[in-house]
């Protein structure tokens, strides 16, 4: 009733383990919010989120931003997609963004009191939520859970539920530790949450094309200062990131996460360089990108993490940006999400 199973389950097996990993990265610290904020365990909403679009890829989550399949209903006011399902040309819920549905689907499952007793459940019991949502009439598939737990198993996210849990969780370095680097399955998240923190891995597939706007910066003092209330420096061409890291003792692969770059040792060009996570917020509503610049150069010169400028924007971090493109720097107004 509630799941695409038909496109979604069958859709899924398309996909290849790089679709999985990548929505992995993209959406699990998403998850892992939503779990602090609702108590939804981040396995389960992105088990769900891989199974009903597809890793991403289904035709409903690319027109409509629905990455859990959730029909409309009579209380639904937001915007409409029909699609194919248990019924031809039924009513799917239809979001500007997947914020947009992430959001939406945990205050579906927090306010129907038929998915009330979920939350009597430990969050690290996965098998009991997978089989729960199946009772509660969230999907018609009789093998829904089986599904679920399988996706979870297979990409070790209950991994994520365990580190959401912990204090401070968003300092820890967890994405680059989830890499598809060709093999038949991703690479797990890490065998046990503790050793999440003890290795820092850079994923060696996230290269961006960083220029640009990188190269019209100036101004900036040589001495540390602060952007956003991150700490900061100005590093020039040539500068090696090994000595910037071992100057202000800080690891190799902590620097190069702060500031979203791959396994690079010496600046190719000017650019900052953070010497601490960039802040999830901005005094900044939103602004107006330069000709040729990318989410990543606005992640640097602002001070926000790129991976939620990335969600709140639906742009991919890399993409050159029309000159005026308006990027928040927020989570944005509803309606006023750049959709797809």
Not at 242 to 251: F, Q, R, T, W, Y
Request: charged fraction near 25%; charge should be neutral; hydrophobic fraction near 35%.
């Amino acid at each position: 009733m509630w799941v695409i199973l038909l496109l979604a389950g069958g859709f899924a097996k398309a996909q290849t383990s790089a679709d999985y990993a990548a929505y992995i990265r993209q959406y699990g610290a998403l998850a892992m919010e939503e779990q602090t904020r609702t108590g939804i365990p981040a396995a389960i909403k992105l088990a769900q989120g891989l199974l009903e679009s597809g890793a991403g890829k289904g035709s409903l989550v690319q027109r409509s931003n629905n990455h859990f399949g959730i029909k409309c209903k009579s209380d639904w006011t937001g915007e409409k997609a029909y699609h194919d399902d248990d019924a031809r040309q039924e009513c799917f819920r239809a979001y500007p963004s997947a914020l947009d549905s992430y959001k939406d689907h945990s205050n579906y499952l927090t306010t129907s009191q038929r998915y009330a007793y979920l939350f009597d459940l430990e969050v690290t019991d996965y098998k009991g939520w997978a089989q729960g949502l199946r009772r509660a009439g969230y999907a018609t598939n009789p093998k829904y859970p089986q599904l679920l737990i399988k996706v979870i198993e297979d990409n070790h996210l209950n991994d994520l539920t365990d580190l959401a849990l912990k204090e401070n969780w968003d300092q820890v370095d967890w994405a680059s530790n989830y890499q598809y680097q060709g093999r038949n399955t991703p690479t797990p998240v890490g065998t046990t949450v503790s050793k999440i923190a003890a290795v820092q891995v850079v994923p060696e597939n996230t290269q961006l094309q960083h220029t640009v706007a990188d190269t019209r910066i100036s101004g900036y003092p040589e001495t540390p200062f602060t952007i956003n209330e991150a700490k900061v420096v100005w590093a020039k061409a040539g500068t090696s990131m090994l000595a910037l890291a071992s100057k202000h003792k800080i690891e190799l692969s902590h620097l190069l996460y702060f500031n979203d770059m791959d396994r690079k040792d010496i600046l190719d060009q000017d650019q900052l360089v953070f010497l601490e996570r960039k802040k999830k917020k901005c005094s900044k509503e939103f602004r107006l990108a330069l000709p040729g610049e990318t989410l990543w150069n606005i992640s640097q010169s602002e001070g926000v993490r790129l991976d939620l400028l990335s969600i709140w924007n639906d742009l991919p971090a890399d993409k050159a940006l029309a000159e005026g493109t308006k990027i928040w720097l927020n989570p944005p107004p509803t309606a006023s999400v750049n959709s797809k």
